[in-house]
């Protein structure tokens, strides 16, 4: 397809650029809070700055720091189990044709969509039971419901691309099955599944009520602390946390953006975001 | 292959919503409650609360989900042409798609509220004289600022998957209709709008089930009376009286029920797509 | 008349440097059934979408009856496109698919409803209303998209390979229907092919396409014949060219004095003929007789191919299988130009 350039008539531009503006918008009053020191009403700008709150925000004192790494962890853990999982299950979706297969497509597809609290509220007692309530590993658990099928959404639609006549040639060839597996189908496999982990991760990154109800409030994470600075009215410290928050989704999408095309499931789990 | 997935899907997210539609039924082996009745539904249903907060909780999901799929296939009718920059501009397009929900609800707070940029903007223009005098969005009855901030999320997960359906779609349909003596705008109402309406209303039913069940949005920015139905769940659940469980489990099976009926949906016009 | 002139018509892509139309005049006669042949990428379809208005033309003049439609958008230049890909609706009924266009005119229903069922007949679909496109062999869906064409009764149809995506038999069978259809309706129609067995079978006139440029427009026979440069008559399976010039109604070259037709060009220096029409062991006595050995043999199933050795002068001769089964590598032979066959090149 030929690059060309018809250009737009003004009112295209105009709804672009207000579009444009109103998506970016909201991040500004963030970026600005996070490096004022005041900031009253009716100042349009703060009237001085100062990096306080960021210097709050790295010190060994502050919780930010520790819900960071706690937020990573989760999210990591999650990440992992979720491939262990979902790439067998992704594989068999999208290669194979079976009785049943657009039952198991919807029980997939459902926790992605079924709001979160309405799974959670049932599941606390059983995680109260098992010691599981209040802890990361409990809260980990939990962040499955969103990420494994996110996964094997992902996945399906890699492995569909994929042609398995290579395994067999492998197998042929002598090697073992893990090694036709290591040799051929990973290196086949590998863009898809790193960008598919990578969002994985950031659909755990942004849980809030999850966490928050298996974590009962003992497990802080990054979001669940966004919400109390925000609340309690923390305006500078809610907005360099919101920076840090922010981060790894932006940088993700700087490298991972034309894996957004809809066609390979990646993009219809990212509301869960 | 399946069966690790299965099972954890199963039991995760089946048991979970058996847990919970057990539990609405009354069942609460800890409290010693071993019987099954419809009390939580009857209480609930006939609680002005719980209506309020149904009612305002479908406002909120209806006109967002609206809102943001008209403004996205707008953008996605603009993004679709070549034109210089473009590149740029989808980049930006899709900024906020990793940026979780949270932060852009606090965006809109500091954006909003009385006291937020906007409110300055007006003081500074001489439209108001002090913060209460700037129309409430936060907090308010309307919900505004909660549907700016699911429109300000939604606008581009449903702008790309209208993009992607556009690409697939082609223009040739649209030349067709064209040649045969349509308009542009004709080829739009009756060629590309149908074609493109199994898309639109797939991602409208994501888009409606998740803002109708997300908590920490309507949590930041929703009045108290009455609250978001998420909202009002997790207040019935951690409630100290352990009787109001039974009733946030009770909604939180409508909030499932709802999504289950925008799931069928869905699998049925993904299905009807796939097919064409 | 002339329905449809184009003139000096030129389309250069934007990014592009090479011209994908360059300098096409044509003149498309009312009534008339006209075919754009070329290989693929060669610039007909361009040339289709710019008549259909669908893409807007870099330089030149495209007339409908002598006025410029240039600044008239597609839905108002009446004239129609048939595309390769039958391009349905899929979420419309065959006989709402047909009435399209109709319905774009806002017209009554109960005329629309009477129109398609009308020209549903003509296709041979009538009773098919219900249907929905995917229910339609894809033979019926092209009879589909030509009717939804048709029905507007056009001043020019627009058929860009419409049937090469159909297997042979039914490509034979919509050929035969377009041919009635054309002689019913007497639509002048414009169609794009790559296939010249189809050009030549279906059209009044075509008009070969080589890169962006118009190389012949003419009837098929002339194009078969007559081609006017070596390249013409390569795309049409010329494969003896024979080196030389014209000196008084004779073919001045190494193999000796070839007697040329009377309405032969009188400048050229290519000899032309077709392989299958070199006849081998004629009388002695009758012109153009040359000696020659043949070099190699090929049965390729109807025919048989010979690559003989005519005094240094290689040519390639087809004849049928039986003639040739006494023939032999190494056997020399007589072969015979007859005068009518040849043709010169410049």
Not at chain 1, 55 to 76: N, R
Request: net charge neutral; hydrophobic share 50%.
């Amino acid at each position: 397809m030929k690059t060309r350039f018809q250009g737009l008539s003004g009112l295209s531009w105009l709804s672009l650029a207000l579009l444009i503006s109103w998506l970016i918008l909201p991040l500004i009053p963030l970026a600005l809070w996070s490096v004022s020191r005041s900031w009253f009403f009716p100042d349009i700008l703060p009237s001085s700055y100062s990096l306080r709150a960021w210097s709050y925000v790295f010190s060994t004192t502050s919780e930010v720091l520790p819900a960071l790494g706690q937020t990573a962890l989760i999210a990591l853990g999650a990440t992992c189990i979720s491939v262990i999982i979902g790439v067998p299950a992704g594989r068999a979706l999208g290669l194979y044709q079976f009785r049943g297969k657009a039952v198991i497509e919807i029980l997939i597809l459902a926790p992605m969509i079924v709001p979160g609290i309405a799974v959670a509220l049932g599941l606390h007692v059983v995680f109260l039971k098992l010691g599981l309530a209040g802890s990361a590993i409990g809260v980990m658990i939990v962040h499955l419901i969103p990420t494994l099928p996110y996964m094997v959404l992902v996945m399906s639609g890699v492995f569909s691309n994929y042609n398995p006549a290579a395994e067999a040639q492998a197998r042929s060839l002598g090697a073992s099955p893990l090694q036709a597996f290591y040799y051929v189908t990973l290196p086949a496999i590998l863009p898809g599944l790193m960008i598919g982990s990578l969002f994985t991760f950031l659909v755990s990154w942004s849980q809030y009520i999850l966490t928050l109800l298996i974590g009962g409030g003992r497990v802080v994470t990054l979001p669940l602390l966004l919400f109390n600075f925000a609340s309690a009215g923390r305006n500078d410290i809610t907005g360099a946390i919101s920076m840090i928050y922010i981060l790894p989704g932006v940088l993700l999408l700087l490298v991972a953006a034309r894996y957004l095309t809809g066609r390979n499931g990646n993009l219809e789990g990212m509301h869960r975001i | 292959m399946l069966s690790p997935a299965l099972l954890i899907v199963c039991g995760l997210f089946i048991g979970g919503l058996a847990l919970g539609f057990v539990g609405s039924l009354g069942y609460m082996p800890l409290i010693g409650q071993e019987t099954f009745n419809l009390d939580a539904y009857r209480q609930i249903l006939l609680s002005e609360r719980f209506l309020l907060s149904f009612l305002l909780t479908f406002h909120i999901a209806f006109t967002s989900t609206v809102i943001a799929s008209l403004l996205a296939l707008g953008a996605a009718l603009i993004l679709r042409q070549s034109f210089l920059g473009r590149s740029v501009i989808n980049f930006l397009f899709q900024i906020n798609l990793t940026v979780p929900h949270l932060v852009g609800a606090v965006g809109i707070l500091y954006l909003f509220s009385q006291s937020g940029v906007f409110a300055r903007l007006a003081y500074e223009f001489s439209l108001i004289s002090k913060p209460s005098e700037f129309p409430a969005m936060i907090f308010d009855p309307l919900a505004i600022g909660i549907i700016m901030q699911y429109v300000w999320k939604e606008i581009p997960f449903i702008g790309l998957i209208l993009l992607a359906n556009m690409q697939t779609i082609g223009r040739d349909y649209e030349a067709v209709a064209q040649s045969l003596g349509a308009s542009r705008w004709q080829s739009f109402r009756h060629v590309l709008l149908p074609l493109l309406m199994p898309g639109l209303l797939t991602s409208g039913m994501i888009v409606f089930a998740f803002t109708f069940g997300a908590y920490e949005i309507p949590a930041l920015l929703g009045q108290n009376y009455p609250a978001a139905l998420p909202v009002l769940a997790y207040q019935a659940f951690t409630d100290v009286d352990l009787n109001a469980r039974p009733e946030a489990l009770a909604m939180a099976m409508i909030i499932a029920l709802l999504s289950a009926v925008m799931i069928y949906g869905y699998a049925r016009f993904t299905r009807r797509y796939i097919r064409k | 008349m002339s329905d449809l002139a184009l003139e000096h018509l030129t389309k250069i892509y934007p990014g592009s440097e090479t011209p994908a139309v360059e300098g096409v005049s044509l003149n498309v006669e009312s009534g008339s059934l006209t075919a754009l042949l070329g290989p693929s990428a060669c610039g007909k379809s361009t040339i289709l979408k710019m008549i259909a208005g669908l893409l807007t033309p870099t330089s030149g003049d495209i007339r409908f009856a002598g006025s410029s439609v240039l600044k008239q958008p597609p839905q108002s230049r009446d004239a129609v496109m048939v595309f390769q890909d039958h391009l349905l609706f899929p979420y419309l009924t065959v006989g709402e698919n047909v009435g399209f266009g109709l319905k774009m005119r806002v017209q009554a229903k109960a005329k629309i409803n009477r129109a398609v069922g009308e020209i549903l007949e003509l296709v041979q679909l009538s009773g098919l209303e219900q249907r929905k496109p995917s229910e339609l062999s894809g033979g019926q869906q092209q009879r589909v998209a030509l009717a939804r064409a048709l029905i507007l009764r056009p001043r020019i149809l627009l058929l860009d390979e419409p049937f090469s995506n159909l297997d042979e038999s039914l490509r034979l069978e919509m050929q035969t229907l377009l041919k009635s259809l054309h002689a019913e309706m007497k639509t002048t129609m414009l169609f794009v092919t790559h296939d010249q067995e189809e050009a030549i079978t279906l059209a009044d006139k075509i008009a070969l396409l080589l890169s962006g440029r118009l190389r012949q427009y003419d009837i098929p026979q002339n194009l078969y014949n007559h081609p006017k440069d070596r390249e013409v008559a390569q795309f049409f399976g010329a494969r003896n060219f024979i080196s030389g010039r014209v000196e008084a109604g004779k073919f001045d070259c190494p193999l000796g004095q070839i007697v040329l037709p009377e309405n032969a060009p009188a400048d050229g220096r290519l000899l032309t003929i077709r392989p299958e029409n070199i006849v081998i062991g004629s009388n002695a006595s009758s012109d153009n007789s040359f000696p020659a050995t043949i070099a190699s043999k090929k049965f390729l199933g109807s025919q048989t191919r010979l690559e003989l050795d005519a005094t240094g002068q290689e040519l390639t001769v087809l004849l049928s299988p039986n003639i040739a089964e006494s023939l032999q590598a190494g056997t020399e032979i007589i072969i015979q130009l007859p005068r009518q066959s040849l043709w010169v090149l410049p």
